[in-house]
């Protein structure tokens, strides 16, 4: 051994290849002059396994290589072991019995003489679990005694553990106990000057070994008064005012949760661009008064002082909290609120909740922060999904760059609003199609800016974004109630773009045709451009969107459901392309798909019209009380983020095609906004994810008349250049005009 270590350190002063050489050599030396010790080894492939409801068997890899013991952890008397030992690896099998009752599990121990794993079994049963506080807030008599709350519990596990924090006075509660259905709750009496609050913790653990917990917000009284003072809802709005003010007085109110705790219940603020408070949507609950004739949207101080639930009938002290007054629309907001401020709670079914069942035109701004009913609406852009962005810039990719998107809905009086889907929502983007049909929709109310769609119509960015005076917010997929087909709608297409169709080279016209129908034509006036690559033969050249419906994610590439458009032949557009959604962030291709058409070529004409887009169709036999347009567009480009395409649109109506002739035109509407694209290192609160979806009411003059002519052009020279909204004049030829759908609709 000596002798080795004076050769190391001769060697110190050679090479240091030759150092690693001899130190493996003196290494081996020690080692072979140890005592060598088999390795132990034992493990498992899998750590939990999940089986099905229905008898069956199952088995897991064991990795081990002396004799190894298998047992039964737990008792059990439904599953059984097919292997008791094992010598080495092996796959170790087990059969398990149909289970008609509760889910439920076990474990299985692997055991050598040195070492033990185990491996948990767990099995779906035929019925469901559930632990429900029927009350999470009460308020117990000052004099003491018990109180008794009833519960849901449906488990084999009927035992529960309580835990008591007092949040204001000496301890109080006595014991908290489970009798039956219900919760007894016994407290000494109240013998002080104020109200004492305290929250008891129940915790119950299901067949899979889960922990749930519910919280009870309990108070009780004082004895020598502090009672509060009952208000109303139409007597609380009296008191506010445009400036938040504390409400000082020990008021109650008392009334029905309609919208909470939900990814789509509130609006995700954008701070700033790049951060999103996402904690705005858990703070916020909406509440409305027992007639269902006003509401507030209340916000709690923290997402864990939002306590409430969904369909409960609620009592809240509202002592301490902030009331507000918004104007145009007027609407109302308590702030600031805690849940110790929740005095009772009684969990009611969706069924007692006041219905509300309203046309579009009918709505007032009382109804603002109630929930409502829209009666006979239809989602009129036939493709994409709940929010067809490009998701590289949503939290989906940790961008936070936008909190939600709009889409159109209508009805069959012809209004129209938008539709607000958050990102947080955990069903806009699933693969699932938007119904083509008319049905309900409900939600919550409310009055929402959004200035990627207009942001230019205040004089302080605050009030910049009015995309309506009224908008909804959907809280579950089931509130989209509508009919899957469009057989069973309350609307007729005329004429439908949902991707750029077009015959090949055989076109002298340069046109595109409908994709539903064969009703006209479709085009760009600038005559000396010309786009023949990729088989086209047009005036227009085909482009990319982001309807491509989902799921996104980086773990979720590839098309698989395609981009919800289903052709009358059966078939499913765009299923196939291998294009689309490459990247996960649900854009589509832009030759293969082509599900959008794209021009820069926004010249003036020598007469000084702006070249167009123009359509053509018919209304030959068509006699409705509704018509309408509806037109989703973007300017689609950027370069080193200058857009330079042109902000103000216009769209008019001719009977004769004569684009140079102004007198045959007229107005469909005032001047209209198309949003620039989002360019990702310079990105603008007023750039857009997606197209800006728009309906335009169409005059009764165009019926029945062999030829209709629409044009859509730029209203004026305005355009951005990537740091403002409008502050440049636009560049012909430079950036690009996009559309992705167009249709004419009329009433059956």
């Given at each position: 051994?000596?002798?080795?270590?004076?050769?190391?350190?001769?060697?110190?002063?050679?090479?240091?290849?030759?150092?690693?050489?001899?130190?493996?050599?003196?290494?081996?030396?020690?080692?072979?002059?140890?005592?060598?010790?088999?390795?132990?080894?034992?493990?498992?492939?899998?750590?939990?396994?999940?089986?099905?409801?229905?008898?069956?068997?199952?088995?897991?890899?064991?990795?081990?290589?002396?004799?190894?013991?298998?047992?039964?952890?737990?008792?059990?008397?439904?599953?059984?072991?097919?292997?008791?030992?094992?010598?080495?690896?092996?796959?170790?099998?087990?059969?398990?019995?149909?289970?008609?009752?509760?889910?439920?599990?076990?474990?299985?121990?692997?055991?050598?003489?040195?070492?033990?794993?185990?491996?948990?079994?767990?099995?779906?049963?035929?019925?469901?679990?559930?632990?429900?506080?029927?009350?999470?807030?009460?308020?117990?008599?000052?004099?003491?005694?018990?109180?008794?709350?009833?519960?849901?519990?449906?488990?084999?596990?009927?035992?529960?553990?309580?835990?008591?924090?007092?949040?204001?006075?000496?301890?109080?509660?006595?014991?908290?106990?489970?009798?039956?259905?219900?919760?007894?709750?016994?407290?000494?009496?109240?013998?002080?000057?104020?109200?004492?609050?305290?929250?008891?913790?129940?915790?119950?653990?299901?067949?899979?070994?889960?922990?749930?917990?519910?919280?009870?917000?309990?108070?009780?009284?004082?004895?020598?008064?502090?009672?509060?003072?009952?208000?109303?809802?139409?007597?609380?709005?009296?008191?506010?005012?445009?400036t938040p003010s504390t409400i000082v007085e020990p008021y109650a109110l008392t009334a029905y949760v309609v919208g909470t705790r939900n990814g789509n219940a509130?609006?995700?603020?954008?701070?700033?661009?790049?951060?999103?408070?996402?904690?705005?949507?858990?703070?916020?609950?909406?509440?409305?008064?027992?007639?269902?004739?006003?509401?507030?949207?209340?916000?709690?101080?923290?997402?864990?002082?939002?306590?409430?639930?969904?369909?409960?009938?609620?009592?809240?002290?509202?002592?301490?909290?902030?009331?507000?007054?918004?104007?145009?629309?007027?609407?109302?907001?308590?702030?600031?609120?805690?849940?110790?401020?929740?005095?009772?709670?009684?969990?009611?079914?969706?069924?007692?909740?006041?219905?509300?069942?309203?046309?579009?035109?009918?709505?007032?701004?009382?109804?603002?922060?109630?929930?409502?009913?829209?009666?006979?609406?239809?989602?009129?852009?036939?493709?994409?999904?709940?929010?067809?962005?490009?998701?590289?810039?949503?939290?989906?990719?940790?961008?936070?760059?936008?909190?939600?998107?709009?889409?159109?809905?209508?009805?069959?009086?012809?209004?129209?609003?938008?539709?607000?889907?958050?990102?947080?929502?955990?069903?806009?983007?699933?693969?699932?199609?938007?119904?083509?049909?008319?049905?309900?929709?409900?939600?919550?109310?409310?009055?929402?800016?959004?200035?990627?769609?207009?942001?230019?119509?205040?004089?302080?960015?605050?009030?910049?974004?009015?995309?309506?005076?009224?908008?909804?917010?959907?809280?579950?997929?089931?509130?989209?109630?509508?009919?899957?087909?469009?057989?069973?709608?309350?609307?007729?297409?005329?004429?439908?773009?949902?991707?750029?169709?077009?015959?090949?080279?055989?076109?002298?016209?340069?046109?595109?045709?409908?994709?539903?129908?064969?009703?006209?034509?479709?085009?760009?006036?600038?005559?000396?451009?010309?786009?023949?690559?990729?088989?086209?033969?047009?005036?227009?050249?085909?482009?990319?969107?982001?309807?491509?419906?989902?799921?996104?994610?980086?773990?979720?590439?590839?098309?698989?459901?395609?981009?919800?458009?289903?052709?009358?032949?059966?078939?499913?557009?765009?299923?196939?392309?291998?294009?689309?959604?490459?990247?996960?962030?649900?854009?589509?291709?832009?030759?293969?798909?082509?599900?959008?058409?794209?021009?820069?070529?926004?010249?003036?004409?020598?007469?000084?019209?702006?070249?167009?887009?123009?359509?053509?169709?018919?209304?030959?036999?068509?006699?409705?009380?509704?018509?309408?347009?509806?037109?989703?567009?973007?300017?689609?480009?950027?370069?080193?983020?200058?857009?330079?395409?042109?902000?103000?649109?216009?769209?008019?109506?001719?009977?004769?095609?004569?684009?140079?002739?102004?007198?045959?035109?007229?107005?469909?509407?005032?001047?209209?906004?198309?949003?620039?694209?989002?360019?990702?290192?310079?990105?603008?609160?007023?750039?857009?994810?997606?197209?800006?979806?728009?309906?335009?009411?169409?005059?009764?003059?165009?019926?029945?008349?062999?030829?209709?002519?629409?044009?859509?052009?730029?209203?004026?020279?305005?355009?951005?250049?990537?740091?403002?909204?409008?502050?440049?004049?636009?560049?012909?030829?430079?950036?690009?005009?996009?559309?992705?759908?167009?249709?004419?609709?009329?009433?059956?």
């Amino acid at each position: 051994m000596k002798k080795n270590m004076k050769i190391v350190d001769m060697m110190k002063k050679t090479s240091g290849f030759a150092l690693v050489v001899l130190a493996f050599t003196t290494s081996c030396s020690l080692f072979d002059d140890a005592q060598y010790k088999e390795l132990d080894e034992l493990g498992l492939k899998q750590k939990q396994i999940t089986v099905s409801r229905d008898e069956g068997s199952s088995s897991v890899d064991l990795f081990c290589n002396k004799h190894c013991d298998i047992s039964l952890l737990d008792s059990c008397d439904w599953l059984k072991l097919l292997d008791d030992a094992a010598q080495a690896d092996k796959k170790v099998r087990f059969a398990y019995m149909y289970n008609d009752s509760y889910p439920r599990m076990t474990r299985i121990l692997f055991a050598t003489a040195t070492r033990k794993d185990t491996l948990t079994v767990l099995q779906e049963g035929l019925l469901e679990e559930s632990f429900v506080l029927k009350n999470s807030s009460v308020v117990v008599a000052e004099e003491g005694g018990e109180t008794r709350i009833p519960i849901v519990l449906k488990s084999d596990n009927r035992v529960l553990s309580f835990e008591v924090k007092y949040l204001n006075g000496d301890a109080w509660v006595t014991s908290c106990d489970l009798s039956g259905e219900t919760l007894s709750i016994r407290t000494e009496a109240n013998g002080g000057n104020e109200m004492r609050r305290a929250r008891i913790f129940v915790r119950w653990t299901d067949g899979w070994g889960e922990t749930v917990t519910r919280i009870l917000q309990i108070a009780q009284s004082s004895a020598s008064g502090g009672a509060s003072i009952q208000i109303s809802f139409e007597q609380l709005r009296t008191l506010a005012s445009t400036t938040p003010s504390t409400i000082v007085e020990p008021y109650a109110l008392t009334a029905y949760v309609v919208g909470t705790r939900n990814g789509n219940a509130g609006e995700c603020f954008m701070e700033e661009m790049g951060y999103i408070d996402y904690d705005s949507n858990e703070t916020t609950v909406y509440i409305e008064s027992l007639d269902g004739r006003y509401g507030f949207r209340l916000t709690t101080l923290s997402p864990e002082d939002n306590l409430f639930e969904q369909n409960a009938k609620v009592t809240i002290l509202l002592e301490g909290a902030s009331l507000k007054k918004s104007e145009n629309p007027e609407r109302y907001e308590i702030l600031d609120v805690t849940s110790p401020m929740i005095i009772s709670s009684e969990q009611m079914e969706a069924s007692d909740i006041p219905s509300k069942a309203l046309y579009m035109n009918e709505l007032q701004d009382s109804d603002i922060y109630t929930r409502v009913c829209l009666r006979d609406c239809e989602i009129p852009v036939r493709k994409g999904c709940l929010t067809p962005v490009n998701e590289g810039y949503t939290m989906l990719f940790g961008a936070d760059k936008f909190a939600k998107y709009p889409i159109l809905i209508r009805d069959i009086r012809g209004s129209s609003m938008y539709m607000f889907t958050n990102m947080t929502c955990s069903y806009r983007r699933t693969g699932e199609m938007l119904p083509y049909g008319s049905g309900s929709i409900s939600g919550i109310l409310v009055h929402e800016k959004y200035r990627p769609f207009n942001d230019n119509d205040a004089p302080d960015e605050a009030g910049c974004g009015n995309i309506g005076r009224y908008q909804i917010r959907h809280l579950s997929k089931e509130d989209i109630a509508l009919d899957p087909s469009s057989e069973n709608g309350f609307s007729a297409l005329l004429t439908e773009y949902r991707y750029m169709k077009h015959p090949g080279e055989v076109n002298p016209e340069g046109y595109i045709y409908p994709t539903y129908g064969n009703n006209g034509w479709f085009t760009h006036t600038r005559e000396s451009y010309w786009y023949t690559k990729n088989g086209f033969h047009t005036k227009c050249w085909p482009n990319y969107d982001h309807s491509y419906l989902g799921p996104c994610g980086s773990s979720n590439k590839g098309n698989i459901n395609g981009l919800g458009i289903i052709l009358e032949d059966g078939s499913n557009y765009g299923l196939t392309d291998p294009e689309t959604n490459s990247d996960g962030k649900g854009r589509t291709s832009s030759v293969a798909a082509a599900p959008s058409w794209t021009s820069t070529q926004w010249y003036k004409r020598p007469s000084g019209q702006y070249e167009a887009w123009l359509v053509n169709f018919s209304t030959k036999g068509i006699h409705t009380d509704c018509i309408s347009m509806q037109l989703s567009m973007m300017n689609i480009q950027q370069t080193d983020g200058k857009a330079l395409s042109p902000r103000y649109w216009k769209a008019q109506w001719s009977l004769e095609p004569d684009m140079d002739n102004a007198s045959v035109w007229t107005d469909i509407e005032d001047v209209f906004t198309v949003p620039d694209i989002v360019y990702f290192a310079n990105t603008l609160l007023s750039q857009c994810t997606g197209h800006k979806q728009m309906n335009f009411a169409l005059p009764a003059e165009i019926l029945d008349k062999d030829n209709v002519y629409i044009r859509i052009f730029p209203a004026n020279d305005k355009g951005s250049d990537g740091y403002g909204y409008d502050n440049v004049k636009f560049v012909a030829g430079t950036s690009q005009n996009n559309i992705n759908y167009f249709a004419i609709r009329y009433n059956k």
